[in-house]
């Protein structure tokens, strides 16, 4: 098997400002696809599997310093839409992406898997 990396999708009805957000605030180099699609870089990734009731997913970027990158973003005009909530396992916050979505933030506290 050649599983080479973890393709995501964020749907919003503002996609070309969420583009620019990931673009112009992020910095994440992209690749055009095509018409302006972009398909952003994205840094390492790891999957957890939780158990729920309901079936759903759920996209966090992390950091190694929550408090240090929400300073930096708030800079660059980022509103987050959630308090700091402090777990065992980490900390956690949103960023509000343009059309009205979110996106979790995330510290973990928890050890990392091997890169």
């Known amino acids: 098997m050649a599983i080479i990396g973890l393709h995501t999708i964020v749907y ?5 400002e969420v583009r620019a957000f990931f673009r112009d605030v992020l910095d994440y ?9 972009l398909i952003f870089a994205m840094p390492p990734a790891e999957l957890a599997v939780h158990p729920g009731d309901e079936p759903r997913q759920e996209l966090y970027l992390m950091c190694d310093d929550l408090p240090a990158t929400m300073t930096e973003l708030t800079a660059k005009g980022v509103t987050f839409t959630k308090p700091v909530d402090e777990q065992r396992w980490g900390a956690i916050t949103a960023i509000a992406l343009p059309g009205g979505t979110e996106i979790g933030l995330y510290q973990p506290y928890h ?3 091997p890169r």
């Open 12 to 16: 919003s009805s503002h996609a070309e």
């Open 29 to 37: 180099p992209s690749a055009d696809a095509g018409g302006g699609w």
């Open 111 to 113: 050890p990392l898997p």
